[in-house]
């Protein structure tokens, strides 16, 4: 990393964290949603260079990249978020190295998850992904598939469901952008009254955090207004 590129990251995180703190001021919030860095297709030294400004949890989507990321940074005390499509052959890995995955969005992944979950390690924490908007969204689950494994992991001991996360189809229109956040709300709420100790809803991403924001998110999701684009 040369001098002027971790610069550019660090105006660009600290413009980010101004972004989620003058939302929040604005809709009289009082906790600032955590911001969860997205690091998929970027490198161990970008993730290294905003580590040292104070970011501590990344997110990543592709298991093998993903390994060889948190192999290369085990001197880090990085949380690390597993957020992409879970095929059910990669649970194990997933298991054994994340200490959040928030793409659950099936009965089987749950139980994988729990049953290969190291005995050493403290429970994982689980978001199970909604799906809202869009019914032909190829991932998420619908608010039935939702309700069982909320029942079911009452008998998981190796897996902690700490909320729902989203990822509502792309829209330029904010009251678009907040129909989709609100239903997720209202079922979050619904929910909460079942579980009060979920305590997380992890939606809104780099175009779509200020709406997520309103409608009362804990958690942003932002990849590309800290990194830069993707190769
Ligand atoms: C890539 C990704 C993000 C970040 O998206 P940006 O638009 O780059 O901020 C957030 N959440 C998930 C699940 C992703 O796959």
Not at 40 to 50: G, L, Q
Not at 175 to 190: A, G, N
């Amino acid at each position: 990393m040369t001098q002027q590129n971790t610069e550019i990251l660090s105006v660009k995180l600290a413009e980010v964290k101004h972004r989620i703190e003058q939302t929040s001021r604005l809709y009289h919030h009082l906790i600032v949603p955590k911001l969860l860095a997205v690091s998929k297709k970027h490198p161990a030294e970008k993730i290294e260079a905003i580590y040292k400004l104070g970011q501590k949890e990344f997110g990543e989507n592709y298991v093998q990249e993903a390994l060889e990321k948190i192999q290369q940074l085990n001197h880090l005390d990085i949380i690390w978020h597993f957020i992409g499509p879970i095929q059910s052959n990669k649970t194990r890995a997933i298991a054994e190295n994340f200490d959040w995955v928030q793409s659950v969005d099936r009965m089987k992944i749950l139980t994988r998850l729990n049953n290969q979950r190291p005995e050493s390690l403290s429970p994982l924490n689980v978001l199970l992904q909604y799906k809202v908007g869009d019914e032909n969204s190829k991932s998420g689950a619908c608010q039935s598939e939702i309700l069982d494994m909320l029942d079911a992991a009452n008998n998981m001991i190796h897996v902690n469901i700490r909320g729902l996360m989203c990822i509502p189809p792309p829209s330029n229109n904010r009251q678009v952008q907040c129909s989709y956040f609100s239903e997720i709300m209202t079922l979050f709420k619904q929910l909460k009254s079942k579980k009060p100790l979920m305590d997380t809803l992890s939606m809104g991403m780099s175009a779509d955090l200020e709406a997520a924001i309103e409608m009362g998110t804990t958690m942003v999701r932002v990849g590309t207004d800290i990194f830069g684009s993707r190769c």
